[in-house]
């Protein structure tokens, strides 16, 4: 069969109030992952059916938590060798999924980064180049990453935010970390709502 040694692979898609995108990219993510699991974090919108007729496992959560803890459900909740974080907004393309778990399957890495082209907030580059103080990275703010089960399930992940949280996190469990670049879409359908 040459199957025994094949690695599977996750993705998790935290969503709140996502309708409009999240079918989009559970089917564009279903080509290259063994499991599409879907986070709705509250979202009384159709963000979980949308998810579910397009293939995804969603995990409902009762009330809106934030993305990180979303996240950090996500992480416990997949079976994958391989967890891929991706963003709910459609912002982040699916077909890049292979390039980012690339360096894990390669065992170069536990934890892979999607840098992204460039970063919309000052804020961002402060993060990633605070982050750089600790380990090199090249974008601490992205959500588009892949880490090992083994780190993920080490993860606890605390606070609002994502910033240089998950990567600190990962690595003081011993990841080694790679960047790799990946695409930005714009947004099409007007801001995320804050996510408090």
């Given at each position: 069969e040459g199957t025994v040694n094949r690695v599977t692979v996750s993705v998790v898609i935290p969503a709140y109030f996502e309708e409009k995108t999240i079918r989009d990219i559970v089917q564009r993510s279903i080509p290259y992952t063994d499991e599409v699991l879907v986070i709705n974090d509250g979202s009384t919108d159709d963000t979980s059916l949308n998810a579910r007729m397009a293939g995804a496992?969603?995990?409902d959560l009762p009330e809106n938590r934030g993305v990180l803890e979303a996240t950090q459900v996500g992480l416990y909740e997949a079976t994958g060798d391989i967890i891929v974080t991706i963003d709910s907004d459609g912002q982040h393309d699916p077909s890049e999924i292979p390039s980012v778990v690339k360096p894990i399957i390669e065992g170069k890495a536990e934890l892979v980064m999607g840098v992204r082209p460039s970063f919309p907030y000052f804020s961002e580059k402060i993060l990633t180049w605070?982050?750089?103080?600790?380990?090199?990275?090249?974008?601490?703010?992205?959500?588009?990453?892949?880490?090992?089960?083994e780190i993920a399930k080490e993860m606890k992940l605390h606070g609002k935010c994502m910033c240089g949280t998950f990567v600190l996190e990962a690595?003081?469990?011993?990841a080694r970390v790679a960047s790799v670049p990946i695409s930005i879409k714009e947004r099409e359908h007007g801001n995320r709502r804050?996510?408090?």
């Open positions: 496992r969603v995990i605070l982050t750089n103080l600790k380990t090199p990275v090249g974008d601490a703010s992205t959500g588009f990453r892949a880490v090992t089960k690595v003081r469990h011993g804050i996510q408090s």
